[in-house]
């Protein structure tokens, strides 16, 4: 089983520079999240969506935007990337919706913006 | 406001010694409580959750943890450690007051354990 996949990796912007991060699951899950982890800061949550077509912010969505057109696939795009989002992110996704459902996470995004 | 304190950044344990984890929490509602582990450049993976019922909660790798409600608390246990339990550890709790699906996080608790 796949799970959660993230695409890439690794990637190094510049300043200014566009990004799309794609989040992919395969477990029919509607839920899906995306979070950014920084050093002593945790996990914070950018952007999130209880279904396709829909999105949501989280308590960190300036400089991000987010598309959930089909249901097994969540982007996160960066319209002018800043040093600020230099940082570790993590997509999860889980199913509907009861409040005591866990999450599964992607192996992570190292970004660094210079 | 909902929170999860995590009050210890390290712990530090001797293999086959025991090991806790530390974990409160602050909840309008009724909580429903997770651990998560994340090994070095992975992402987070579930160890285990509180929803109702007994407040002793066994998970996977031989993890359990403890509800005490008089206390808040949802400490991370395991009766004798492994050095491949080194990781970094996250408390997480929901609320189930509302319409909230939200997670609230921890900042994290990095166990070593010492062979």
């Known amino acids: 089983n796949a799970g959660v996949t993230q695409t890439p990796k690794f990637r190094v912007l510049k300043t200014g520079q566009s990004m799309t991060l794609l989040c992919a699951q395969d477990?029919?899950?509607?839920?899906m999240y995306w979070y950014r982890q920084d050093p002593g800061m945790g996990l914070r949550l950018i952007h999130y969506s209880v279904g396709e077509g829909t999105t949501a912010k989280g308590e960190v969505p300036d400089g991000y935007n987010v598309s959930r057109l089909k249901k097994q696939n969540f982007l996160l795009g960066l319209e002018s990337a800043a040093p600020s989002q230099t940082s570790v992110y993590f997509c999860?996704?889980?199913?509907?919706?009861?409040?005591?459902?866990?999450?599964?996470f992607g192996q992570g995004t190292r970004l660094t913006v210079v | 406001a909902q929170s999860v304190a995590q009050p210890e950044d390290q712990v530090n344990v001797a293999e086959g010694n025991p090991l806790t984890v530390k974990c409160t929490y602050s909840v309008s509602g009724n909580p429903y409580l997770f651990w998560y582990v994340q090994y070095p450049n992975r992402g987070l993976q579930f160890l285990l959750k509180?929803?109702?019922?007994d407040n002793l909660v066994k998970g996977s790798y031989g993890f359990e943890a403890e509800f005490n409600k008089s206390q808040t608390s949802f400490h991370l246990k395991k009766p004798s450690a492994l050095v491949s339990d080194s990781a970094l550890y996250f408390c997480a709790v929901r609320d189930n007051a509302g319409n909230n699906r939200k997670l609230i996080w921890g900042l994290g608790t990095s166990l070593a354990v010492n062979p």
């Open positions: 999860a996704s889980s199913r509907v919706l009861t409040v005591n459902t866990e999450a599964f």
């Open positions: 509180y929803i109702t019922g």
């Open positions: 477990m029919n899950h509607e839920y």
